[in-house]
């Protein structure tokens, strides 16, 4: 690996199904539904390739449980 050159890295997990709904006092429902990718990208990641290092790395199923988070917490104009 020493003549090794690592131009970029990335890694994350695709296709996160994510489904919203919104119940308004009305009765009225409204429902999102999203297919989600997270990309994770930096020069910080070399050394898990190079290395094998991984302290920096943020674990897929993690990543989507942040999607999931994230789409249960925020207001919903911002998912919506």
Request: aromatic content about 10%.
């Amino acid at each position: 690996m020493e003549n090794s050159i690592i131009k970029s890295q990335a890694y994350g997990k695709d296709r996160v199904r994510v489904v919203r709904v919104v119940r308004h006092a009305d009765g009225w429902q409204e429902i999102a539904d999203y297919w989600v990718c997270c990309l994770l990208s930096g020069e910080e990641f070399e050394t898990s390739y190079t290395k094998g290092d991984n302290k920096l790395v943020v674990a897929t199923d993690s990543q989507k449980n942040t999607v999931y988070y994230l789409a249960k917490t925020l207001p919903a104009e911002k998912v919506m």
